[in-house]
């Protein structure tokens, strides 16, 4: 039966059984992967419904994981998904990621290394590359702004104490918080990462401008270098 609705267009189907009315009458929790990509797609191809569309990008790409992490060329490799439809899926995609970001804004006062993480983590989880963040802090340690010093690769990202402190300084900061994705899932900081902590820890103290944090953030984990106790360790050593 569902092979013979793959080759069918969805409005061919009981309205009991069309994603679209399955969602409006019995809620977005019932529908599948699949059924619920079909929604965002609405038209299939030739021979194929959107639903049957919707399970060849999760086939393809490696499931909804493997979706978040493709780019527009590889979505547009899927027949059936053309630049529209793709556009359409990456800004859904994103929309749900900062809707389960947590409200971090201005005047937000960092309380534990698991706030950090619970914001960050959904926006990070997915790159494949590199990104490494300060957080900029006031007196009272309440957010000023984040901002990207450097993208880098899938294995390196490369940071310069003179670009992070340049930024705090201009914005007046009394204390940062860094913080970088593995994209390979695995948050466990490198020599190369507790080297380049050392030192930009050692160079907020020339300045004034004291480290508070420096998170790792993994898939679905992550290592705060404050609650390790590493943050009071100095130079190539570290």
Known sequence: MASKKGRH?????????RPRERLLTQGSQTLTNAQLLAILIRVGRHGSSAVQVGMDILDRLGGVAGLAQCGIEELCAVPGVGEAKAAQLKAALELGKRALAGPLTTGTKITSSRD??????????????????????DAKHAIMRDMTVSEGSLTLSIVHPREVFTLAVKESAAAVIFLHNHPSGDPTPSQEDRVLTARLVSAGEVLGIRVLDHLVVGDGRYVSFADQGWLTNHGDDA
């Open 9 to 17: 267009s969805i409005s061919q189907w009981p309205e009991t059984e």
């Open 116 to 137: 950090l993480f619970t914001y960050y983590h959904p926006t990070l989880r997915d790159l494949r590359h590199e990104v490494f963040k300060v957080i900029l802090l």
